[in-house]
Nanobody, 115 residues
Framework: QVQLVESGGGLAQPGGSLRLSCAAS????????MRWYRQAPGNQRELVAG???????NYADSVKGRFTISRDNAKNTVYLQMNSLKPEDTGAYYC?????????WGQGTQVAVSS
C-alpha cells in the first residue's frame, strides 16, 4: 500500500534551518508530482512547494527564496530544505501525492520556529 513517512521536523530559531524528508513507498515514485503542505494551528492546510517528475518546481510566495524542494528518485524520497525560518513557518508539514483519483497524505512532521 501507499505510504508517505515524513521526518526531520523539530524546533528551530528564527533564521535557522531544517530539512524535512518524505520517504515514499507503494507506487512508482519517479512518475508522480510530489507536494509539501503545511497547517498552522487554527489555519487551513496550504501548499508550500511541489516538484514534478521532470524536476520542475513551484513554491508558495511566502517561502520563495527560502525553501527548496528536491527529490531523489533512487531513494524514493522528497525533501524540503527550509532556510531563514520565520515564526510564521510554524506548523505541521505534510507530504502529499495524487495517484490519479486517490490521494495520499503522510502523518505529518511538526516544525516550530521560536526563540
Amino acid at each position: 500500500q501507499v505510504q508517505l513517512v515524513e521526518s526531520g521536523g523539530g524546533l528551530a530559531q528564527p533564521g535557522g534551518s531544517l530539512r524535512l524528508s518524505c520517504a515514499a513507498s507503494g507506487f512508482t515514485f519517479s512518475m508522480y508530482h510530489m507536494r509539501w503542505y503545511r497547517q498552522a494551528p487554527g489555519n487551513q492546510r496550504e501548499l508550500v512547494a511541489g516538484i514534478g517528475s521532470s524536476g520542475s518546481t513551484n513554491y508558495a510566495d511566502s517561502v520563495k527564496g527560502r525553501f527548496t524542494i528536491s527529490r531523489d528518485n533512487a531513494k524514493n524520497t522528497v525533501y524540503l530544505q527550509m532556510n531563514s525560518l520565520k515564526p510564521e513557518d510554524t506548523g505541521a508539514y505534510y507530504c502529499y501525492v495524487r495517484l490519479g483519483y486517490p490521494e495520499y497524505w503522510g502523518q505529518g512532521t511538526q516544525v516550530a520556529v521560536s526563540s
